[in-house]
């Protein structure tokens, strides 16, 4: 995880003065009879762990002051709430910043409200998939960023039967791996499949790290020209024209992979697998 604000002993003494808590008049805080409500609170929280210490509504001890110490911004009306993880950004440096880089990336994330970015091992180039191509992704990102990110992984043929070159791209900080199931288009990042994802669980395994899947199995054959003919009869840049040359079929042949990965690795030897862009209800089911 690379953080967007370097830690107190990095910064000159005269900016060490931290905020330990937050008020506002719109706090996202869990409603009593479900759901999100907003109120007026201060949310405290300890400087050296960051962990939330405590919560205090309108009315209650400490929202006035009492019962901490330290210093508390007045957000005002601003909404205080918390941060939104995003597990799958493309921000793409090196090599492809003018598509979208670490800088305006993460400046849009943060006006956004998410606070961190988990970043794809594509559409960078070269694509992240050793240990240092990772370093150097992380290198590229210093200086840069308005929110904290962390690194997916690559899983591609070329490293998947390499558990050595696996297990130092997991241990140099990637969060684990990410793999396409289908053309990812981009051509230094080829898809995998059940024998590579096979071969990749004992790195991922023994460090508790999870697969991510794009989800999706080219089509062939009659499929395939059956959904060339549908998508024909539509503008070839609207939007029925790609998904008909997308269809459930896609994703549930390549889910049905993937739940054959898992058995016939087993829950002690098969990593935790996630998979990307769900869009089909019967694919939800059988996951």
């Given at each position: 995880?690379?953080?967007?604000?370097?830690?107190?002993?990095?910064?000159?003494?005269?900016?060490?003065?931290?905020?330990?808590?937050?008020?506002?008049?719109?706090?996202?805080?869990?409603?009593?009879?479900?759901?999100?409500?907003?109120?007026?609170?201060?949310?405290?929280?300890?400087?050296?762990?960051?962990?939330?210490?405590?919560?205090?509504?309108?009315?209650?001890?400490?929202?006035?002051?009492?019962?901490?110490?330290?210093?508390?911004?007045?957000?005002?009306e601003?909404?205080?709430?918390?941060?939104?993880?995003?597990?799958?950004?493309?921000?793409?440096?090196?090599?492809?910043e003018?598509?979208?880089?670490?800088?305006?990336?993460?400046?849009?994330?943060?006006?956004?409200?998410?606070?961190?970015?988990?970043?794809?091992?594509?559409?960078s180039?070269?694509?992240?998939?050793?240990?240092?191509?990772?370093?150097?992704?992380?290198?590229?990102?210093?200086?840069?960023?308005?929110?904290?990110?962390?690194?997916?992984?690559?899983l591609?043929?070329?490293?998947?039967?390499?558990?050595?070159?696996?297990?130092?791209l997991?241990?140099?900080?990637?969060?684990?791996?990410?793999?396409?199931?289908?053309?990812?288009?981009?051509?230094?990042?080829?898809?995998t499949?059940?024998?590579?994802?096979r071969?990749?669980?004992?790195?991922?395994?023994?460090?508790?790290?999870?697969?991510?899947?794009?989800?999706?199995k080219?089509?062939?054959?009659?499929?395939?020209?059956?959904?060339?003919?549908?998508?024909?009869?539509?503008?070839?840049?609207?939007?029925?024209?790609?998904?008909?040359?997308r269809?459930?079929?896609?994703?549930?042949?390549?889910?049905?992979?993937?739940?054959?990965?898992?058995?016939?690795?087993?829950?002690?030897?098969?990593?935790?697998?996630?998979?990307?862009?769900?869009?089909?209800?019967?694919?939800?089911?059988?996951?």
């Open positions: 995880l690379v953080l967007a604000t370097p830690p107190p002993e990095a910064r000159p003494a005269e900016r060490r003065q931290q905020l330990s808590g937050a008020r506002s008049r719109r706090v996202a805080l869990p409603s009593p009879s479900g759901g999100v409500e907003l109120v007026a609170a201060v949310v405290r929280w300890d400087v050296g762990t960051g962990r939330v210490t405590s919560v205090a509504r309108e009315g209650e001890p400490g929202f006035e002051g009492v019962g901490g110490s330290g210093v508390v911004a007045d957000f005002g601003l909404v205080l709430a918390p941060g939104v993880v995003d597990v799958h950004a493309h921000l793409n440096e090196p090599g492809r003018h598509w979208e880089g670490f800088a305006t990336g993460t400046a849009a994330a943060a006006a956004g409200g998410i606070t961190t970015l988990v970043d794809m091992p594509l559409n180039d070269p694509v992240t998939t050793t240990a240092a191509l990772l370093r150097s992704k992380v290198a590229a990102a210093r200086g840069k960023l308005a929110v904290d990110v962390a690194f997916w992984g690559g591609v043929p070329e490293n998947a039967n390499d558990e050595r070159a696996l297990g130092e997991l241990d140099a900080g990637a969060v684990g791996l990410k793999a396409f199931m289908c053309p990812s288009g981009i051509d230094d990042f080829p898809h499949g059940a024998e590579h994802f071969q990749a669980a004992a790195a991922l395994k023994a460090r508790g790290k999870p697969l991510m899947a794009h989800a999706e080219a089509l062939e054959g009659a499929v395939a020209d059956e959904a060339a003919a549908a998508a024909a009869r539509h503008a070839p840049t609207s939007h029925a024209a790609w998904a008909l040359t269809p459930p079929a896609m994703e549930r042949s390549a889910v049905d992979e993937l739940v054959g990965v898992f058995t016939a690795l087993g829950a002690e030897a098969c990593p935790r697998i996630h998979v990307a862009h769900v869009a089909d209800p019967q694919t939800a089911s059988a996951i």
